[in-house]
């Protein structure tokens, strides 16, 4: 008879998906809003690369979403970007998995430039610093995101 292992810590996702939205609520100074990092879409594509059997496209959705309605701006706009760049994460994961974390975190680069363009499009100023910031900050975090969420998967064993 064989014995199929269950996948636990679904909680442990939700609640760093909550953390990381929280993370985007908090008020910040005028000449340091701009430059913070994507918190929430972090923390999606590092589980998204973890456990891409448990954060697909469609959690990515819910959560841009929720992302949406949060930050006040038009419906599906970040939903659509969260599920464009978890669909390329899902597309991509085993390549990206094997990158070490600078490399990931330019792979991070790009996925967060994705999800700025609606920002890019509607300033049409490509050297406005305000869109250039969030993934300038995003990179330099990512490793230590990634380092943060994998002691986190370890410490409560999420799979």
């Known amino acids: ?3 199929t292992r269950s996948s636990q ?19 910040f100074p005028d000449n340091l809003r701009l430059a913070r990092p994507e918190w929430v879409l ?10 891409p059997q448990r954060v697909g496209v469609g959690y990515a959705w819910v959560v841009g979403l929720i992302m949406d309605a949060l930050m006040g701006g038009p419906l599906g706009i970040e939903a659509f970007s969260y ?6 994460i ?11 974390l600078w490399q990931q975190a330019l792979s991070i680069m790009a996925l967060v430039l994705v999800v700025n363009i609606p920002a890019v499009a509607m300033t049409s100023n490509f050297t406005n610093w ?13 490793p230590i995101v990634y380092a943060f ?11």
Request: proline letters at 4%; glycine letters at 4%; zero cysteines.
């Open 1 to 3: 008879m064989a014995t």
């Open 9 to 27: 810590g679904g909680s442990i996702i939700v609640l760093t998906v909550i953390v990381a939205m929280l993370l985007m609520l908090i008020p």
């Open 42 to 51: 972090m923390t999606v594509i590092y589980w998204a690369l973890a456990l």
């Open 83 to 88: 599920g464009f760049v978890i669909y390329l």
């Open 90 to 100: 899902l597309r991509f994961h085993l390549q990206i998995r094997q990158y070490p």
């Open 130 to 142: 305000s869109v250039w910031l969030p993934v300038v900050t995003t990179t330099v975090l990512w």
């Open 149 to 159: 969420l994998r002691m986190v998967r370890q410490t409560f064993n999420v799979s």
